[in-house]
């Protein structure tokens, strides 16, 4: 839809043409469009390639950015004058993209002068240049604060279900290896009682207590078999079983080797209690090294909960100041606990800490956030098959350089220079808000007084943290 031309004196009422001269307006009014959209429409796309640039004339518009994949709402204005399209038509580029998409919320009009032709103007035309760069540099730091706000709450988000989703396998295991506990204890009173009534001597029972302790000793140590050597030991322990009617002794097999019992300590068994009470030994040891075996796996899983809890404290600095004296090995380790739901089997984790590196003053937390940033980045760039690796070192002019390195695909040339730029980003619309790096060289330089530089080739991107032994003035920004 089309409607009137403005005139020079009602483009003079909008902010950026203010300064404009007669003949700059009469090229305005020459190569404008105004068009109008009804209350719904989809004026621009976020991501699109743009051939006009747009203002305001009437209406109410919504603008909004994509976060991991849901829309974000970072402006909503009646103002007449505001800009929207084709906004970074002062890059010297071909091609010009849509950072924002804007629907009309009212019927709306609006001045859209073509991409192409008003790039080369606003190069010319310095009162509009500063207008158009002023209110740039004022779009980008509201939508920074306002994406850079949804981004923290969906990385938190996306933080607890893994944290969640990690807390849930040791605990559903702790209650599984609980509930067969109580059936294996059941089951050791019951084996107790049937060698009681055999009238055991009790000397002869003393000795089968000593027997089942040594046994069960051995469980903690038991070694890791192949699927190949566990299957001869049960066979070997099924024969020597079925040579001394042990009835069902199959069954018993991987309970004893599975505790790292051998033939060799079924044979001494059975020469401390002889025939008569060898199947009921057995049975009841059984019992003993399963139960042993169980208690195992819930120690392992309360500690695996107690350390999840621990890295979640100290990830978040929860009860501790914002600034302190701190070891950045504490916030790496924690950070790769957090993430560690998102590494996958095809991901190799390598830590080369150096442990001498002395502690440094920092904001913890914010630390733990350029660690999550630059963590995750480097998960998506290998694409589920690499290794990460974490390397901590000092450097020549004494700073503590973390480095991130992974074996993905590397940075091009062309973009290496803008990946810290607010809103860069070279993943799908919806999938990265451009704000990551962007928030982390902001937190490192000018929270720090520190640096962050990166290296980048195909298959060893590395990217360098550089934090100051002491305390820093901080920068503006």
């Given at each position: 839809?089309?409607?009137?031309?403005?005139?020079?004196?009602?483009?003079?009422?909008?902010?950026?043409?203010?300064?404009?001269?007669?003949e700059?307006?009469?090229?305005?009014?020459?190569?404008?469009?105004?068009?109008?959209?009804?209350?719904?429409?989809?004026?621009?796309?976020?991501?699109?390639?743009?051939?006009?640039?747009?203002?305001?004339?009437?209406?109410?518009?919504?603008?909004?950015r994509?976060?991991?994949?849901?829309?974000?709402?970072?402006?909503?204005?009646?103002?007449?004058?505001v800009y929207?399209?084709?906004?970074?038509?002062?890059?010297?580029?071909?091609?010009?993209?849509?950072?924002?998409?804007?629907?009309?919320?009212?019927?709306?009009?609006?001045?859209?002068?073509?991409?192409?032709?008003?790039?080369?103007?606003?190069?010319?035309?310095?009162?509009?240049?500063?207008?158009?760069?002023?209110?740039?540099?004022?779009?980008?730091?509201?939508?920074?604060?306002?994406?850079?706000?949804?981004?923290?709450?969906?990385?938190?988000?996306?933080?607890?279900?893994?944290?969640?989703?990690?807390?849930?396998?040791?605990?559903?295991?702790?209650?599984?290896?609980?509930?067969?506990?109580?059936?294996?204890?059941?089951?050791?009173?019951?084996?107790?009682?049937?060698?009681?009534?055999?009238?055991i001597n009790?000397?002869?029972?003393?000795?089968?207590?000593e027997?089942?302790?040594r046994l069960?000793?051995?469980?903690?140590?038991?070694?890791?078999?192949?699927?190949?050597?566990e299957?001869?030991?049960?066979?070997?322990?099924?024969?020597?079983?079925?040579?001394?009617d042990?009835?069902?002794?199959f069954?018993?097999?991987p309970?004893?080797?599975?505790?790292?019992l051998?033939a060799?300590?079924?044979?001494?068994?059975?020469?401390?209690?002889?025939?008569?009470?060898?199947?009921?030994?057995?049975?009841?040891?059984?019992?003993?090294?399963?139960?042993?075996?169980?208690?195992?796996?819930?120690?392992?899983?309360?500690t695996?909960?107690?350390?999840l809890?621990?890295?979640?404290?100290?990830?978040?600095?929860?009860?501790?100041?914002?600034?302190?004296v701190?070891?950045?090995?504490?916030?790496?380790?924690?950070?790769?606990?957090?993430?560690?739901?998102?590494?996958?089997?095809?991901?190799?984790?390598?830590?080369?800490?150096?442990?001498?590196?002395?502690?440094?003053?920092?904001?913890?937390?914010?630390?733990?956030?350029?660690?999550?940033?630059?963590?995750?980045?480097?998960?998506?760039?290998?694409?589920?098959?690499?290794?990460?690796?974490?390397?901590?070192?000092?450097?020549?002019?004494?700073?503590?350089?973390?480095?991130?390195?992974?074996?993905?695909k590397?940075?091009?040339?062309?973009?290496?220079?803008?990946?810290?730029?607010?809103?860069?980003?070279?993943?799908?619309?919806?999938?990265?808000?451009?704000?990551?790096?962007?928030?982390?060289y902001?937190?490192?330089?000018?929270?720090?007084?520190?640096?962050m530089?990166?290296?980048?080739?195909p298959?060893?991107?590395?990217?360098?943290?550089?934090l100051?032994?002491?305390?820093?003035?901080?920068?503006?920004?």
């Amino acid at each position: 839809m089309s409607a009137e031309m403005p005139t020079r004196e009602d483009l003079r009422t909008l902010f950026l043409f203010e300064s404009l001269d007669e003949e700059q307006l009469d090229w305005i009014m020459e190569h404008a469009e105004v068009k109008e959209y009804d209350e719904g429409d989809t004026v621009a796309s976020e991501g699109k390639t743009g051939d006009w640039f747009y203002v305001l004339l009437s209406g109410t518009l919504r603008m909004c950015r994509k976060v991991r994949g849901e829309e974000v709402e970072v402006n909503r204005t009646d103002q007449r004058g505001v800009y929207f399209g084709t906004t970074q038509i002062f890059l010297d580029e071909e091609v010009h993209r849509i950072g924002a998409s804007v629907y009309a919320l009212t019927p709306m009009t609006v001045l859209a002068l073509p991409d192409a032709e008003f790039s080369h103007q606003f190069r010319e035309w310095f009162p509009l240049a500063t207008h158009l760069l002023q209110g740039m540099w004022l779009s980008v730091r509201n939508n920074d604060a306002t994406v850079g706000q949804r981004e923290r709450l969906l990385a938190l988000g996306s933080l607890s279900a893994g944290l969640t989703h990690e807390l849930n396998n040791p605990a559903a295991a702790a209650v599984r290896a609980t509930a067969q506990l109580r059936e294996r204890v059941a089951g050791m009173r019951q084996k107790l009682a049937m060698l009681a009534k055999h009238d055991i001597n009790p000397d002869l029972l003393e000795q089968l207590i000593e027997i089942q302790e040594r046994l069960v000793k051995k469980v903690a140590s038991a070694p890791k078999l192949t699927a190949m050597q566990e299957s001869e030991r049960e066979d070997e322990m099924s024969d020597w079983m079925d040579d001394h009617d042990v009835q069902n002794g199959f069954n018993l097999a991987p309970t004893f080797v599975e505790a790292g019992l051998t033939a060799d300590d079924l044979a001494d068994v059975h020469e401390s209690v002889g025939d008569d009470f060898l199947d009921g030994a057995l049975r009841w040891i059984a019992y003993a090294v399963e139960t042993e075996s169980l208690m195992g796996e819930i120690e392992d899983s309360t500690t695996r909960i107690s350390t999840l809890i621990g890295a979640a404290k100290q990830y978040s600095q929860m009860d501790r100041a914002p600034h302190q004296v701190i070891d950045v090995h504490d916030g790496l380790k924690a950070t790769l606990v957090m993430l560690g739901g998102k590494f996958g089997s095809g991901i190799q984790v390598v830590k080369e800490f150096d442990r001498s590196l002395p502690q440094i003053p920092a904001y913890a937390g914010e630390l733990n956030q350029v660690w999550t940033n630059l963590i995750d980045n480097a998960v998506q760039a290998m694409d589920g098959q690499g290794t990460l690796t974490i390397r901590t070192r000092m450097s020549e002019d004494d700073r503590v350089v973390v480095e991130i390195c992974d074996t993905g695909k590397g940075i091009p040339p062309e973009n290496k220079q803008r990946i810290f730029e607010p809103f860069f980003t070279t993943k799908p619309v919806g999938e990265g808000t451009g704000l990551g790096l962007d928030i982390s060289y902001r937190i490192v330089v000018s929270r720090h007084g520190g640096d962050m530089r990166v290296e980048s080739e195909p298959g060893d991107t590395r990217f360098q943290v550089l934090l100051p032994l002491h305390e820093q003035p901080q920068a503006e920004g």
